[in-house]
């Protein structure tokens, strides 16, 4: 089975960092990334690493956001620079394993203050 442990939201001023950390009980899937869900917003996928070998960004947080993977701690990351306001949410990191099943973590809540 499936799990997965997201760590590092928290509150950051406009401008400021975060490191978000997903830990996985496998390092071995077909695609891989993070989505994020802001109140009263649709479900964005942020960052994904698809099935064919390429990151793709969404266009909000290009150039700003930075999807890794250290497959030897099976663990994804999620580097956000330059955060603003407009990236608070719930962050959810998401696997899809091999028969086709997608799997998410419980999210961890960001919040960027102007």
């Known amino acids: 089975q499936v799990h997965l442990v997201e760590s590092g939201g928290g509150t950051v001023q406009g401008g400021g960092s975060l490191r978000l950390s997903c830990a996985t009980s496998?390092?071995?899937?077909?695609?891989m990334g993070w989505y994020r869900q802001a109140p009263g917003k649709q479900r964005e996928v942020v960052a994904g690493l698809t099935s064919r070998g390429t990151t793709n960004y969404a266009d909000s947080v290009k150039g700003r956001f930075t999807f890794y993977r250290d497959d030897a701690k099976n663990t994804l990351y999620l580097q956000m620079n330059s955060l603003k306001p407009e990236d608070t949410g719930v962050y959810y990191c998401?696997?899809?394993?091999?028969?086709?099943?997608?799997?998410w973590g419980q999210g961890t809540q960001v919040t960027v203050s102007s």
């Open positions: 496998g390092s071995i899937f077909s695609a």
């Open positions: 998401y696997v899809l394993d091999f028969d086709g099943i997608n799997h």
